[in-house]
């Protein structure tokens, strides 16, 4: 009996067990980064799908945009990502080359495409294959203030005339700008450029960004904000609809997105197809992303994944997403002669489609918004003609190209793991080689450590879990990050170079050693960055130390709270709180000065001189700490004998205080240098590397190379392995000279 019990909970665990495999295996999970409205209308439609299929279960997980891209493509190869997930269409070709995506020809039906605007689904066509079903399409159009501007603009002369008219409306003190767009961005810029004729490839996919019709539209943008002030120097999508909900901006070019962010409460507004440029005689034409469901190349079981994809973008499911989120859906039975009263500003999006220009879902497209986004700044600002602008963006786009496809060679020959388990073999022979010798010299020294081990079990096991998790979190990431940078990453796989990558940084090879992208040019800049701040640090922080430590200062606790306040605060939000201080047209920095209008961000030393500001207010109250308790340990007894003696201030500071600060300041200011050398955040933040790069130092530059020029991981490897030895060398010495820590370890 007890035998049959036995088995029959076997068998009933077993099921249970099937039954939860099969119950894991039914759900499909996707991912997007939905927000407000678009997010509610997915969850409602996913909701209708659950509750018709209880034998599939769509799971949705949100995930922020900043972070969503990196996500997907680190997690997908790994097989923790979705099954079927939401974004635009120009990352299809990188996707599909490094097998993230899986094409869809084998599960569609006849017909299923044409439910679908044609500019919505040929985009996600890549190498003769489908890779997506479209959800959405989105573009800019124009937006207005109907109490500023009476009517919408047919061409860009009226245009221009409108937006000088509602200007003139403004005052010195509250300025009103009469078209406000993201004029540094590519995407807003992409109306203009193909509105003027211009292109990026040409049609045998060459690189052309400095074509004339490109310098054109160039300086059309400068003829309006550079000569004409229709709009501020300084843009953020955030200024944009600031602006324009404040009654400061007349009109606005901007997506369907900024429907939501309108306070429409106050402000009355109207939504028209973006103007005819009179100069070309054509429409300007925007760039359009086909939003779209993909499915992964790791989908656990891809033909059901394909069928919660097919289902959420029927007409059923497009027409919640129209009415509840407020998407231009691909979906063209739902465009029907009522929706321009339904809903006029979607009506908009859909006449400006026709118009619209779909992005390159090719691989090499990532490669030319940042040097396109330099180009658009310069021509802009002055700081060069739009011609000599485009010529250094195709320089710059071209290098990334050319490197980029350089790893297709690499794919041919192979991952080169050969070659790599020789190094390594030689690598770890040279290894336990060295040990072998330092066992033999220092063998004594060996054998007492040893023992001392054996004698102070406890305390070991006290530090033991410390030196767990320096090795799980310091020493592993350092070990991989090194090992990886003896390889080059190409569309997924990783191929062994050697010391390729280090060689190609150190010999400057990609560029001139004054170029904004040469590593010594980033040293100099990380080495002016790092001795500016730590001499300004500890100056200020040891001058307030000498004031607070005066017992006769009244408040002198409350002084030292409001003044560690700085330190206390997240350098993040210090930073973008500086980056709105310094704004061309409406910071403060700018209206205390008297320079309204000056941009800090045109020239390296006035981006700098930023920088410095925000990161001195950031980092003088850890100085101004350890200065104040190192001061209060120094005997008043000395400064007092010091008196008698007849020495002045100045003597007593010199010979008294700072070589008693030297073992806390010391250390101090090497932990300060450290920090400051690797700074991401504030320039990261406040200039953003502007002008073209000149401000950025050594660890922005390598997150650069890793996620913003082809992903060549191998090569900001190499740029971290190199910072980290440069800090090594300069730990070393300055506590071999200043002897900072001498004594801290007998």
């Known amino acids: ?105 084998d599960y569609l039906p006849r017909g299923l495409t044409g439910r679908f605007f044609k500019k919505t689904i040929d985009p996600l066509r890549y190498r003769g294959k489908l890779y997506g079903l479209p959800t959405a399409f989105k573009s800019v159009v124009l937006y207005y203030n109907k109490a500023l501007v009476p009517r919408a603009p047919a061409d860009t002369r009226e245009m221009i005339a409108l937006a000088r008219a509602a200007a003139a409306r403004g005052s010195a003190e509250q300025p009103l700008y009469g078209l406000v767009w993201e004029h540094s961005d590519l995407y807003f810029h992409a109306a203009w450029l193909y509105g003027f004729g211009g292109r990026l490839f040409d049609e045998r996919g060459r690189l052309e960004l400095d074509n004339p019709e490109n310098v054109a539209s160039l ?36 997506g369907p997105w900024f429907r939501g962010e309108i306070d429409q409460e106050k402000i009355s507004y109207g939504v028209a197809l973006l103007p005819e440029i ?29 069928t919660v994809m097919e289902w959420l973008t029927r007409d059923a499911q497009a027409r919640v997403r129209l009415q509840v989120g407020l998407q231009p859906v691909a979906n063209q039975a739902l465009y029907d002669r009522g929706l321009q009263q339904r809903d006029p500003v979607i009506s908009v999006f859909r006449q400006q489609l026709k118009y619209a220009v779909p992005m390159r879902n090719s691989p090499e497209m990532q490669m030319v918004w940042v040097p396109m986004n330099h180009a658009l ?69 060996f054998r007492q450590l040893l023992r001392q081990a054996r004698e102070q079990k406890s305390a070991y096991a006290y530090v033991a879990p410390a030196l767990l998790a320096i090795g799980l979190l310091v020493l592993v990431p350092f070990v991989v990050g090194l090992g990886l940078s003896f390889f080059r990453h190409y569309q997924g796989e990783y191929y062994y170079v050697g010391l390729k990558n280090f060689t190609d940084i150190l010999a400057s090879r990609e560029y001139p050693l004054d170029d904004p992208f040469s590593f010594y040019y980033k040293l100099f800049i990380t080495v002016a960055w790092t001795a500016a701040n730590v001499v300004i640090h500890v100056a200020i922080g040891l001058g307030l130390a000498l004031l607070l430590r005066n017992p006769l200062l009244r408040l002198r606790r409350l002084y030292r709270v409001l003044l560690i306040i700085p330190w206390a605060i997240p350098n993040y939000i210090t930073a973008i709180i500086w980056r709105g201080m310094f704004d061309a047209d409406e910071g403060v920095i700018n209206h205390l000065l008297g320079t309204v209008g000056f941009s800090w961000w045109n020239s390296p030393w006035s981006a700098f001189l930023a920088n410095l500001v925000a990161n001195c207010w950031l980092g003088f109250p850890f100085m101004m700490v350890v200065s104040l308790g190192a001061l209060q340990s120094i005997p008043r007894e000395l400064y007092e004998a010091a008196e008698v003696d007849g020495a002045s201030r100045f003597e007593m500071f010199r010979r008294i205080t700072l070589p008693l600060l030297k073992p806390a300041l010391f250390p101090a200011i090497i932990l300060g240098t450290i920090w400051t050398f690797n700074m991401f955040n504030i320039i990261y933040l406040v200039s953003r590397g502007a002008p073209n790069g000149a401000t950025d130092i050594l660890v922005i530059e390598a997150f650069r190379w890793a ?40």
Not at 242 to 252: E, I, Q, T
Not at 413 to 430: E, I, Q, Y
Request: positive net charge; aromatic residues 8%.
């Open 1 to 105: 009996m007890a035998t049959v019990k036995a088995h029959g909970s076997i068998c009933l665990a077993i099921c249970l067990l099937l039954a939860g495999e099969a119950a894991a295996a039914d759900t499909v999970v996707l991912w997007h980064s939905y927000r407000a409205e678009e997010r509610q209308a997915l969850e409602q439609t996913v909701t209708a799908f659950n509750t018709g299929h209880p034998g599939v279960q769509v799971k949705t997980v949100f995930v922020p945009y900043d972070a969503y891209l990196d996500k997907l493509t680190a997690a997908i190869p790994r097989g923790h990502g979705p099954d079927i997930f939401i974004v635009a269409h120009d990352r299809i070709g990188g996707w599909a080359d490094s097998g993230h995506i899986a094409p869809l020809d």
């Open 219 to 254: 300086r059309f943008v400068h003829h309006l904000v550079g000569e004409l002030h229709l709009a501020p120097q300084d843009v953020s999508s955030i200024k944009v609809t600031s602006l324009f909900n404040a009654g400061r901006a007349a009109m606005v070019i901007n």
């Open 278 to 306: 009179s100069r070309s005689g054509r429409r300007a034409r925007p760039f359009v992303g086909s939003e779209a469901f993909l499915l992964s190349a790791r989908a656990a079981r891809p033909r059901r994944a394909f």
């Open 377 to 445: 700044v310069n021509a802009v600002t002055g700081r060069a003609t739009p011609a000599q602008a485009l010529a250094e963006a195709q320089l710059r786009a071209g290098s990334q190209i050319e490197s980029f496809r350089q790893g297709r060679q690499l794919k041919q020959r192979g991952r080169g793991m050969d070659d790599f388990l020789a190094a390594m073999l030689w690598v770890g022979a040279a290894v336990a080689l060295l040990l072998g010798l330092l066992v033999v010299v220092f063998y004594r020294r």
């Open 707 to 746: 996620f913003e020029r082809g992903d060549r991981y191998g090569y900001a490897a190499a740029y971290s392995t190199l910072i980290f030895l440069i800090l090594l060398g300069y730990t070393l010495l300055t506590n071999r000279v200043s002897r900072a820590t001498e004594g801290a370890f007998d």
